[in-house]
């Protein structure tokens, strides 16, 4: 084969990479078992400017997480800017649906009886994604991740609270959206909302990117400038899976990078 897919739990997968002895096949890794070891590039094209060229000449890419995807893509371009520091004590929120907990939660929810409406989870605060949330991001401190499950299919928002008086220079909210913008300039699959259009939201829905490969990130801000939250829009199975893995085989294919995505 050119190029394959695994989409294994952890264990199976590392299996599997074990059992590969052609030395050209191209390797996408669904599961979190390659997300920060060595050896591996972070599927995340627009991560940084030289994201892309790293996933083209690797034969081993690990696919990120959807929550890591949305977490990542709204503080790194703020780390790397200096507008957060490194050591800042970073809180994110985020719900999901329930296609994101795999094969049992599905089951769970489609089930003739009605599951919960809303539940938090990861209390141990010991989920998985954080060491990739933490590395890819910048960040020497671990994230506190809270995240949850909503009694739909598929969708999610990812958000990052911020008391801007805490961080150094009180950067403003213009300022945030400004690091977003530069970094993300020219992206097909990543998108910045207008600070006009934001001003105008009333409410953010999980399930408004449903189907396509894209991530919107948003910047809302309160009027004294002492306040921030950042909001990652996306679908968990396009962008935070299966689309981001056609697009870094795309890329890893030397084939137009949009290819079967919308």
């Known amino acids: 084969a050119d190029a394959v897919i695994l989409c294994l739990p952890d264990d199976a997968a590392r299996e599997a990479v074990a059992m590969i002895e052609n030395p050209s096949v191209k ?5 979190t078992a390659y997300r920060v070891a060595p050896g591996w590039a972070y599927g995340f094209p627009e991560m940084d400017a030289g994201q892309r060229d790293l996933i083209a000449r690797s034969s ?5 997480g959807c929550y890591p995807t949305g977490f990542i893509g709204l503080m790194r371009p703020l780390v790397k800017a200096g507008l957060v520091p490194a050591t800042y ?3 994110v929120n985020a719900v999901s649906g329930y296609s994101g907990g795999g094969k049992a939660m599905i089951a769970e929810f489609e089930a003739p009886e009605a599951a ?5 989870y990861g209390l141990s605060l010991k989920h998985k994604h954080v060491p990739e949330m933490t590395k890819h991001t910048g960040l020497t401190r671990d994230v506190l991740f809270a995240p949850a499950v909503g009694n739909y299919r598929q969708g999610m928002l990812v958000e990052v609270p911020l008391h801007l008086a805490a961080l150094p220079e009180t950067p403003s909210v213009e300022r945030l959206h400004g690091a977003l ?7 097909r699959f990543v998108e910045v909302a207008d600070l006009e259009e934001t001003e105008a939201v009333s409410g953010l829905e999980p399930e408004g990117l449903n189907g396509t490969n894209r ?3 948003h910047v809302f801000g ?8 950042l909001v990652a829009l996306l679908d968990n199975l396009g962008k935070g899976a299966s689309g981001a893995a056609v697009q870094n085989l795309n890329i890893m294919l030397e084939l137009d990078e949009t290819t079967g995505l919308i």
């Open 222 to 229: 309160d009027r004294n400038g002492e306040q921030a939250r």
């Open 89 to 91: 004590p970073v809180t």
């Open 116 to 120: 919960t409406a809303y539940r938090a």
């Open 181 to 187: 913008v530069e970094a993300y300039e020219g992206q």
């Open 215 to 217: 991530l919107r990130l």
């Open 60 to 64: 081993f890419v690990s696919n990120p």
């Open 27 to 31: 390797v996408i890794d669904a599961s």
